[in-house]
């Protein structure tokens, strides 16, 4: 939320974090900046020119020179809407500039409210998008000179970036991935793992981008880019040879979609270092991603176990607890050879036929595992990959659209 500055406040003061922070130079600066700040809402920090500030403000107060508002406010804050020129808005910022992966999303809007410009931070911050809802709500036009916005090519650095994939690649590589799509060169997508819905619903791909029903298909492409969303480290289990040494001559990025549920059973008061390297060596002899992981899953009973509990703040992913009926219901009947393995020694114990392989299906809504239960005198794992309802089926006919 905003906070109000009296109007007595000498200088310029600011909260430590914002995510949007809005400033204003001038009367119609405030203004418009009023607006903005009405329309963004929460998160937002709208700083005035003492000058023009109103009884009803809720805003920070400061005293020109605007530099060390400016500055200090770009080190804090996600995204930075600036009421000025563009011009002397880069003379203020350029001493701050850090680096793309960094620095926040940073919008100019002039005088007279007429263009929103995405100044800095465009792509990977997101002052393209800024742009836009500025523009919007003061009826402006954006403008916007990202490359791949104005081409409508695939921006290989953005893509899956609204479900959290992890770009893995060395920025050369990403660089030059990125120039193939700009410049039209061919660029194939071969996806095994995450959420489909990664380029508009109704949109047709660029013409220069193919999605490739599998991994040899698109090796055997005349692709100049090769774009691979999966959760493995290589195509062969367990193998040495990664995916880039398996598509020589190719630029080669890897997205990383949250997309594996991870199992845990285990006995009181395992350490966590414990439960760490059974989960590394489970995935190094899979071939799987750890950055892929999407949540731990596991009994009810075990919801305070201190090392899951740990393993799950390392890996930054939440933890899904189930009681003994759910667990108990993913086992087959009798006779099955479909579904988790019964196990006697917990059911004897706990009333539970298992947990590692239930949990793990119940938490990624799968049906098959992907590593059934790989165990330690300690502890159990067994990993699932998620299911992401709802966009099969338009994965299913853009493929379908790209290879006609």
Known sequence: MWRRAPASTAGSEHQAMTDTAIVAISRNGAELARRVATEL????????????LVEEDNAVAFDLPARPL?????QECR?????????????????????????PAVVCVDDAGRFAVSLLSGHLGGADKLAQEVASILDASPVVTSASHVTGRLAVDLLGQEFGWQVEADPQTVTRASAASINGEPVGIYQEAGETGWWPSGQPLPDN??????????????????????????????????????????????YRPRSLAVGLGCRRGVPMEHLEHLIDT?????????????????????????????MADKLQVPVH????????????????????TPSPEPHR??????????????????TELLVTKTKTDRATVAVARMVFRGDQTELATETQRSQS
């Open 41 to 52: 809402g929460g998160g937002s920090t709208l700083y005035l020119d003492r000058r023009f």
């Open 321 to 340: 607890c189930y009681g003994e009926s759910d667990l108990n219901s993913m086992f087959p009947p009798e006779g099955s050879e479909l579904g988790p």
């Open 282 to 310: 489970t995935f190094r002899d899979n071939n799987l991603a750890k950055a892929s992981i999407n949540c731990i899953a596991t009994a009810e009973l075990k919801r305070d176990e201190e090392g899951i509990g740990q």
């Open 79 to 103: 995204r930075l809407v600036l009421f000025m020129p563009v011009g002397a808005a880069v003379r203020l910022l350029a001493p701050c500039l850090d680096h793309k992966h960094r620095d």
């Open 349 to 366: 114990l706990l009333g539970i036929w298992g947990v590692c392989e239930p949990a793990a299906l119940l938490a990624s809504s799968a």
């Open 209 to 254: 981008v193919k999605v490739y029903p599998s991994f040899q298909a698109l090796a055997e492409s005349a692709c100049a880019a090769a774009l691979i969303i999966t959760d493995r480290t290589a195509q062969d289990a367990p193998s040495e040879k990664t995916y880039s040494d398996a598509l020589p001559g190719k630029f080669v990025v890897l």
């Open 70 to 74: 400016v500055q200090s406010v770009f």
